[in-house]
């Protein structure tokens, strides 16, 4: 996997509640509800951690292996990021200020 | 939006800096809805009469007003329609409002505002609607798509989207029980957690609701079914249900994100149930059972 940073798009909404995060799109009201997995992506996108990272922690808390893993993640970081919700870089979090300027 | 009348209200309804003698006595009606004294000014004497006519137990002359109004009444309501869009945005510190038969201006700071509208219930009804959810949006309230009651100190909340059967339920509600609204329930926060406020907003049933409040017990997610039942709702679902019938018009990111704040706040605090019913009344013993167990 390329190195890949994601960051949580300042245009939502998020609460963990009875172990589940809640999602919404303020933009859309669209609204997501994250199994555990997902919510250890969502709280590592702090566009510094790398998606490696992020995979070698998945797999460290979950019995998954790598690749399966590798998959799930860019998977739901797509489904994400369409929804305006992560933004991906192939560079850590400063360089995503741009991207972050057009979404205000 | 179609200007009404040729009156822009953004370019000549004014400054809200524009200042009135104290002294001086202004015509118009305090409507104090959850605790929340309005004042509509008007120099039109039947309008006033209306609203008192309206809002009835919900008029309050002694209540001292958070935020006035002026209303300027449009004398070509022919025109107009109540059921183009809705815009409600922040512009240079004001909200704006516009639908088709009103065009209001509200400086919530200032606490001033000014109302160009049809005559008539209908526009006025909506502007209030729309000034409360704005104001309960930053105090952790919000308007609900639901019917509520009171029974036993508690109040019950009965949602969803038209024919889930508010109506049916509010008037199939025992004498003991007291009416809230069979349409648009008003939900405040305080230390204590949530309670529900009367409302005069009436759906199908037609009747305004009695103006008092009460602690939240339940929020129940109606359906009409064979027979009465009730099935718990997972928190995601609870929110996503929440969500869907909450009264938001405002394009305010912030506002919105306060808005979901709330909604989980709420399902975290108050149980929410799906109550699948049969419509006579024995539904309403079947509430007040589950709620007892609850208790």
């Known amino acids: 996997m390329r190195q890949k940073y994601i960051l949580r798009s300042s245009a939502t909404a998020a ?40 995979v070698t922690r998945i797999c460290d808390q979950f019995d998954v292996d790598r690749e399966q893993a590798e998959r799930d993640v860019e998977q739901f970081v797509d489904a994400l990021c369409q929804h305006g919700i992560l933004l991906l870089s192939e560079n850590p979090a400063a360089d995503l200020a741009p991207v972050l300027q057009a979404q205000l | 939006m179609r200007d009404c009348s040729g009156l822009d209200p953004v370019k000549n309804m004014g400054s809200f800096a524009m200042s009135r003698g104290t002294s001086t006595a202004i015509a118009g009606v ?3 809805i959850a605790g929340m004294p309005i004042r509509l000014e008007t120099q039109d004497a039947s309008f006033r009469r209306m609203l008192k006519q309206r809002y009835g137990p919900f008029v309050n002359e002694s209540a001292k007003p958070g935020f006035h109004f002026d209303i300027h009444l449009l004398q070509k309501p022919g025109k107009l329609r109540a059921d183009d869009d809705l815009q409600v945005r922040m512009q240079a510190g004001r909200w704006l409002l516009r639908r088709g038969d009103f065009k209001a201006e509200w400086d919530s700071v200032a606490g001033r505002g000014r109302i160009l509208q049809a005559p008539g219930r209908y526009a006025i009804d909506s502007v209030l609607r729309i000034i409360h959810t704005l104001i309960q949006a930053s105090r952790g309230g919000f308007l609900l798509h639901a019917a509520s009651a009171i029974r036993d100190h508690r109040a019950f909340l009965f949602s969803g989207v038209s024919g889930a059967g508010k109506t049916t339920i509010s008037r199939l509600a025992p004498p003991d ?10 939900l405040g926060k305080d ?62 990111a912030d506002l919105v994100r306060l808005v979901f704040q709330s909604a989980c706040e709420f399902v975290d605090q108050v149980p929410v149930h799906r109550l699948t019913f049969y419509p006579d009344q024995r539904v309403w013993q079947y509430i007040g059972r589950i709620s007892e167990d609850a208790a």
Do not use: H
């Open chain 2, 191 to 252: 230390r204590c957690g949530y309670r529900a406020c009367g409302t005069p907003f009436a759906g199908e049933l037609d009747r305004i609701g009695e103006n008092v409040s009460a602690p939240v017990a339940a929020l129940f997610f109606l359906a009409k079914g064979p027979k009465n039942r009730i099935d718990a709702v997972g928190k995601a679902e609870a929110i996503r249900l929440l969500l869907r019938n909450i009264l938001f018009f405002a394009e305010d």
């Open chain 2, 177 to 186: 029980v007291t009416l809230l609204t069979d349409e648009i329930s008003y």
């Open chain 2, 30 to 32: 305090t409507i104090e």
């Open chain 1, 15 to 54: 609460r963990l509640l009875g172990g589940e995060m809640m999602i919404m799109s303020v933009a859309d009201s669209t609204f997501f509800t994250l199994n555990e997995v997902a919510t250890l992506i969502w709280q590592a996108a702090d566009g510094c951690t790398s998606l490696d990272a992020i």
